[in-house]
């Protein structure tokens, strides 16, 4: 009976050594696991947080509006002065972007034209004076001033009499 007795304590001390190995790798992965303490509902720059999913949501929320503002978004002009000029009317965020050109007849310098109306979308919170140019029937390029009001109409006036005018233009909204 003794060498069975033995065999029991030599099979408990076996499977007291197992548990107590099983126990300490629990604690070990207990150790390594996230706890309510280190996750995090705000946004730092911290090794020993995690975010919550609600942080991660309104991060993606965030980033989402971002990327939205940044689309590109195209404009027409209304009340044309000049008949068929190429232009484009971007806005990308909040910076608007003008390009213009146009060939005219019968131009006249130093009048101020009132070439074209921006949408609303577009329009300046103040008054913006720009450089731009324009051509006589020689080619020669003439220097122009350029005025957008913030009722949205473009004003253009030349030094000379012109054929051909234009400019490029971008301001922040």
């Known amino acids: ?45 911290s090794t020993s947080k995690v975010p919550t999913s609600a942080l991660v949501y309104n991060m993606q929320q965030t ?20 008949s068929n000029p190429a232009y484009s009317v971007e806005v990308i965020g909040r910076v608007v972007y003008i390009s213009y050109r146009a060939i005219v007849t019968e131009a006249q310098g130093k009048y101020e034209y009132q070439i074209a109306t921006l949408p609303s979308e577009a329009r300046p919170t103040k008054e913006k004076r720009c450089s731009a140019w324009s051509a006589d029937g ?11 009001k913030t009722d949205g109409t473009i004003h253009f006036i030349a030094a000379k009499a012109f054929v051909e005018a234009g400019f490029t233009v971008a301001y922040p909204l």
Not at 13 to 41: F, H, P
Not at 138 to 148: D, F, P, Y
């Open 138 to 148: 020689t080619g020669e390029r003439i220097a122009c001033s350029l005025t957008i």
């Open 63 to 82: 980033i989402t509006k971002l990327n939205n503002d940044l689309t590109k978004k195209t404009y027409s002009l209304t009340n044309l002065k000049w």
């Open 1 to 45: 009976m003794k060498g069975e007795i033995g065999n029991i304590t030599q099979l408990t001390t076996s499977v007291k050594t197992n548990i107590v190995a099983a126990i300490n790798s629990i604690k070990t992965e207990l150790a390594n696991a996230v706890t309510k303490s280190m996750m995090s509902n705000q946004q730092a720059n």
